[in-house]
């Protein structure tokens, strides 16, 4: 992740935002204790329950994700006159949720329960029937009106699809939504895509997005612009497990790389991703930034055990971690981070020199450099390239010295060493989006600028502070 982002990131504050969820609730129980011997009536194991747990799932996921980030929340949804309904209402208004459930007489709250062991899952028992079909119109005509009331207030509206009856009609909502100036974010289920037409994310998983669009993997971005200028949806996002998302308009795809974590349990990420997406759409955020933010959301949430909300110091802390490494690289793994780095739609800047005893002019330029985009490569002459273009006696800090001090720098990501007197090859390698040189050249005298321009890429040239270069410094030790 960027530095600027990561500082525009760790300043969120989502206390202002008020996000509506419409969605399918359940809930989620979980039954744990020890599974010491296997059953003699069958081959599976015995477990001794000593604990009992619900949380809210589905829709309800949702909504607890966004009061647990720090914002307002009212969930909409069906649920039935029962146990399950009180637990999640209780469980949720404690938390802060406007909860306005609309009851359904004879039909049960969808639940799901887990049987865990040793912090395993060893069954899942789903309790669920279909909604009736009586009274189906009247039914989704009470929702359509309680969201349009709801929508008078809220920043965002979150559409959460598990296909259990509650969107029966989604273009309904949306066009509800569209009315007020409400932009919609979806997570789909079964449904053809055209039914969240005009929404502003449309967020499947792959095997949903395989379903709907026909395509495999390697194809799913040119379906996903395809399908976002033929439904006039602004972003389909599709979350691809622990090979990350990618993000797609109508012209431009991008491959955010997921964040590596150990995965113990992928329940409820989806929904977090949701509600994360949801909230940088509310705060105005670039589509860019808030995918990458719920991309992080979502590997702290596979780390977690069952059905858990991310909460907002957790947020802040991931974002601390680097996703990418920094430091002196060889060219191979250096060329892998540029194009990770490129994927998640970051700047690329590559500048190079013999930087010999490091001074303050070397660190000003290369913090003006740093500031052009978000990744610094620094190419250093490596010592015999030194020797050819400054004489003998140079470098007179060896390539090992200079490389580790420039790579401790703040405003240097990468450092990478090359033996010959000027970086092309490297340049043709890296493929920067901005070379930089500090001088008084021109642009078309800069080294390898005709290889940067002609991949897309520009050059810049910075004054250097004068009176500072190695040069100077040692001919005044020469001189004292």
Same mark, same amino acid.
């Given at each position: ?38 059953? +003699? ?33 009212? %969930? ?15 469980? %949720? ?31 899942? =028992? ?28 809220? *920043?965002?509206?979150?559409? $959460? ?11 309904? =909502? ?43 993997? +390697? ?35 991008? !491959?955010?790389?997921?964040? +590596? ?27 860019? *930034?808030?995918?990458? %933010? ?27 971690? $680097? ?24 700047? #690329? ?7 010999? #005893?490091?001074?303050?002019? !070397? ?10 985009? *978000? ?13 050819? %273009? ?37 340049? $043709?390698? #890296? ?18 600028? $005709? ?27 020469? *001189?004292?």
């Amino acid at each position: 992740m960027a530095k600027d982002q990561k500082d525009v990131f760790q300043h969120l504050n989502f206390s202002d935002q008020h996000i509506l969820v419409v969605g399918d609730l359940m809930l989620d129980q979980y039954w744990a204790g020890s599974a010491e011997r296997v059953s +003699p009536e069958a081959p599976v194991p015995v477990v001794k329950v000593s604990d009992k747990d619900y949380r809210p799932g589905g829709a309800a996921n949702v909504a607890l994700n966004v009061v647990s980030l720090g914002a307002r929340c009212t %969930l909409i949804g069906f649920v039935g006159e029962d146990q399950a309904a009180r637990q999640l209402n209780e469980v %949720l208004s404690a938390a802060g949720v406007s909860c306005q459930f609309l009851e359904i007489k004879d039909w049960p709250t969808p639940l799901k329960l887990r049987v865990m062991a040793q912090n395993q899952q060893l069954v899942r =028992l789903d309790f669920e029937e279909e909604i009736p079909i009586n009274g189906e119109s009247e039914r989704l005509a009470k929702l359509l009106n309680k969201v349009e009331k709801n929508l008078q207030d809220a *920043d965002v509206l979150i559409l $959460e699809d598990y296909d259990k009856g509650v969107l029966q009609e989604p273009s309904a =909502l949306i066009a509800a939504a569209i009315k007020k100036d409400v932009p919609v974010v979806v997570d789909p289920k079964s449904k053809p895509l055209s039914e969240y037409r005009n929404a502003n994310i449309l967020k499947p998983n792959e095997k949903e997005f395989r379903d709907f669009s026909g395509s495999e993997k +390697p194809d799913f971005p040119k379906a996903a612009r395809m399908l976002c200028e033929e439904l006039n949806i602004k972003n389909i996002v599709v979350t691809l497990g622990e090979d990350g998302m990618s993000l797609n308009d109508s012209k431009n795809s991008y !491959h955010i790389p997921a964040r +590596p974590v150990d995965v113990f349990d992928v329940t409820g990420a989806g929904d977090t991703a949701a509600a994360v997406m949801g909230l940088g759409l509310a705060m105005g955020m670039r589509v860019q *930034d808030f995918v990458q %933010l719920a991309n992080v959301a979502s590997s702290l949430v596979i780390g977690k055990l069952g059905t858990a909300p991310i909460s907002g110091p957790e947020l802040k802390a991931g974002l601390m971690r $680097e996703p990418l490494g920094r430091g002196v690289l060889e060219i191979g793994d250096l060329i892998g981070m540029v194009q990770e780095a490129k994927d998640m739609g970051d700047t #690329i800047v590559f500048t190079n020199g013999c930087f010999d #005893i490091l001074h303050a002019g !070397h660190v000003t330029y290369l913090e003006e450099a740093a500031k052009l985009g *978000d990744r610094l490569i620094v190419a250093l002459n490596k010592d015999s390239s030194v020797t050819r %273009l400054k004489g003998v006696g140079r470098p007179i800090v060896k390539y090992d010295a200079r490389a580790l001090v420039v790579s401790g720098l703040e405003s240097v990501d990468w450092v990478v060493g090359f033996d010959e007197d000027t970086p092309e090859w490297l340049l $043709e390698k #890296i493929q920067p989006d901005i070379l930089v040189k500090g001088g008084d050249y021109r642009e078309d005298e800069v080294v390898g600028a $005709e290889i940067v321009r002609s991949s897309g890429g520009s050059v810049r040239v910075l004054s250097l502070v004068e009176m500072l270069s190695t040069s100077n410094i040692v001919d005044r030790i020469k *001189d004292s």
